[in-house]
Structure formats: C-alpha cells, structure tokens
C-alpha cells in the first residue's frame, strides 16, 4: 500500500500564494506519474496539474503561467507551487500517484485532499 500526505493548504488572500506538499511512502518499487487535482464544492474533480517520472509536466489552461508543478524523486514528494491565486482556484485540492507496489499491482493513489481557500 502507498500512503500520501498532503500539506500546505489554507486561507489566503486574492493574488497571494501557496506551496501545497504531497509525500508518498510505503511499498513502493517504483511511481511513475504525480499529479495535483482539484474539486470546488458542487463540481467535478478537474485535473491541474502533472508531471512524469522525467520531468515533463501539463497544467490546466486556466492555471497556467501561475502554478508550477514539481517532484523530488529522492523523496517521493510533489510540489504544487500556486502564486497569484484567485478567489477561482478555492477547491480541494487532491494528490495523485501512479505507483507500482509489485511485479504485479500498479494502480492510482489519492491523498486526503487539502483546502484551500482564496478570500479577502
């Protein structure tokens, strides 16, 4: 099993910013995508941000140019960097991990989302 951490969320005001932290641990041979996720209350779960095992990355159009994503492989741990936020950006924000845990088993992993809320 993978375990996920999250941290980082809270209250902040518009244009301010956040570094949200995902930690994975466990039995873990090796995780290959990472991934920030997000749900505002009433919405779907939309993605935000990824990045490969090798670096590249993908970000949602309507967060690009203010957030960064980014891993440390030796730590198992990614990074969502969100600067000039917007009362938009509130949800709860989700990490995701694909993980091999065997020879057999890889599979998505969820951490227990964070808030984060944008508000004067």
């Known amino acids: 099993q993978v375990q996920l951490v999250e941290s980082g969320g809270g209250l902040v005001q518009p244009g301010g910013s956040l570094r949200l932290s995902c930690a994975a641990s466990?039995?873990?041979?090796?995780?290959?995508?990472m991934g920030w996720y997000r749900q505002a209350p009433g919405k779907q779960r939309d993605m935000v941000a990824t990045i490969t095992s090798g670096g590249s990355t993908n970000l949602a159009d309507s967060v690009k140019g203010r957030f960064t994503i980014s891993r440390d492989n030796a730590k198992n741990t990614v990074y969502l960097q969100m600067n000039s936020l917007k009362p938009e950006d509130t949800a709860v924000y989700y990490c995701?991990?694909?993980?091999?845990?065997?020879?057999?088993?890889?599979?998505?992993?969820w951490g227990q989302g964070t808030q984060v809320t944008v508000s004067s």
């Open positions: 466990g039995r873990i041979f090796s995780i290959y995508a």
């Open positions: 995701n991990v694909d993980a091999r845990t065997s020879s057999l088993i890889r599979r998505d992993y």
